[in-house]
Nanobody, 122 residues
Framework: QVQLVESGGGLVQPGGSLRLSCVVSGGTFSLYNVAWYRQAPGKQRALVATITSDDTTNYADTVKGRFTISRDNAKNTVYLQMNGLKPEDTAVYYC????????????????WGQGTQVTVSS
């Protein structure tokens, strides 16, 4: 069973930085595309950034130029470096993993972490 554990959240002032980590266990890490989502109070969960097994990245327009997603296959870890944080970045951030083979992904579904809180406030 694939498990995801996020860490690195916390309270930071506007303009500050945080780095989130997502450790993936129980599967072959290199066969998973990984994404970060976030959910603010009263809002739907939204996609923040994605990274494929071959390191192709994509970002939501709201974080482009400020956030960077990366992966370390040797450590089974995906990172989200967040710079220039704004109050509107406040949310619970979730890590998501999906198998690269569509049939396998359809059969197994997505895997989610428990989330880590990021609060941007002065």
């Amino acid at each position: 069973q694939v498990q995801l554990v996020e860490s690195g959240g916390g309270l930071v002032q506007p303009g500050g930085s945080l780095r989130l980590s997502c450790v993936v266990s129980g599967g072959t890490f290199s066969l998973y595309n990984v994404a970060w989502y976030r959910q603010a109070p009263g809002k739907q969960r939204a996609l923040v950034a994605t990274i494929t097994s071959d390191d192709t990245t994509n970002y939501a327009d709201t974080v482009k130029g400020r956030f960077t997603i990366s992966r370390d296959n040797a450590k089974n870890t995906v990172y989200l470096q967040m710079n220039g944080l704004k109050p509107e970045d406040t949310a619970v951030y979730y890590c998501n993993a999906r198998h690269t083979i569509p049939l396998v992904a359809a059969a197994r579904g997505d895997y989610w972490g428990q989330g880590t809180q990021v609060t941007v406030s002065s």
